[in-house]
């Protein structure tokens, strides 16, 4: 197990700062806290070897937006602002229909009322666990969890959100949002992209910076999604 967080962790930090390519002292400007942040991202959002789903080439990519949802924060029982999500239906169907009704909680339960659960500052903030509320676990409206679509949607840019792998590569309710102003491309062939942050972004970075504690790295104060909705 230890092997494998290291190797993880090599990938992780290589494939971020130096483009894959060997490390060297040339092109791996990584610093203690950045190395510490690779190895917890590694350690807290699944970057395990899990069975691999092609991606389309970009050319095959409809990235056209088929619909938006708005996801209302607070800070600590105090209102933080609202995020506007852009969903590409046409790339990735089933994962967009999964998002929207748990955004509108059709199936009797959704997003509205859970937390933010897990922070990486400078890369990701996660929430949707619809289960336990704690980041452990989720919930699909096609069951427990669904087989991961495809990586068609890439994380070249900032804002884009994406469905939360489990070890074994299925996704549920769990999602995350990219923090860092060039994308997060060690993301591609892992996690199912579904969508891109339209407005709100500010907020987004609010939460990012918030203190956080525990091993899960959860923010404090307290981080809820109060409302949620589609436009």
């Known amino acids: 197990a230890s092997a494998m967080a290291g190797s993880s962790t090599a990938f992780f930090i290589t494939a971020c700062f130096a483009g ?69 239906g046409n790339a990735v169907p089933r994962t967009v229909a999964n998002f929207k009704e748990l955004v509108l909680g059709t199936p009797g339960f959704g997003y509205k009322g859970t937390s933010v659960y897990r922070v990486v500052d400078g890369f990701t903030i996660q929430a949707g666990d619809v289960a336990r509320d704690d980041g452990t676990s989720g919930r699909s409206i096609y069951g427990d969890s669904f087989e991961r679509e495809n990586f068609s949607v890439r994380h070249g840019q900032e804002g884009i959100v994406s469905m939360v792998s489990s070890r074994d590569g299925t996704v549920d309710s769990r999602f995350l949002i990219d923090t860092r102003a060039d994308g997060s491309q060690y993301l591609d062939d892992k996690y199912v992209g579904f969508g891109r942050v339209q407005d709100g972004m500010d907020v987004v970075h609010k939460i990012e910076a918030l203190p956080t504690t525990g091993t899960k790295n959860s923010p404090r104060p307290r981080v809820t999604i109060v409302d949620s909705g589609v436009l």
């Open 20 to 88: 894959a390519k060997p490390v060297t002292a040339a092109n791996m400007r990584c610093s203690t806290v950045v190395s510490r942040r690779a190895a917890l991202f590694t350690s807290v959002a699944g970057l395990v070897t899990v069975p691999h789903v092609p991606a389309a080439s970009a050319s095959e990519v409809d990235m056209t937006p088929t619909s938006k949802c708005y996801l209302d924060f607070e800070i600590g029982g105090a209102p933080a602002g609202r995020v506007t999500i852009e969903l590409y």
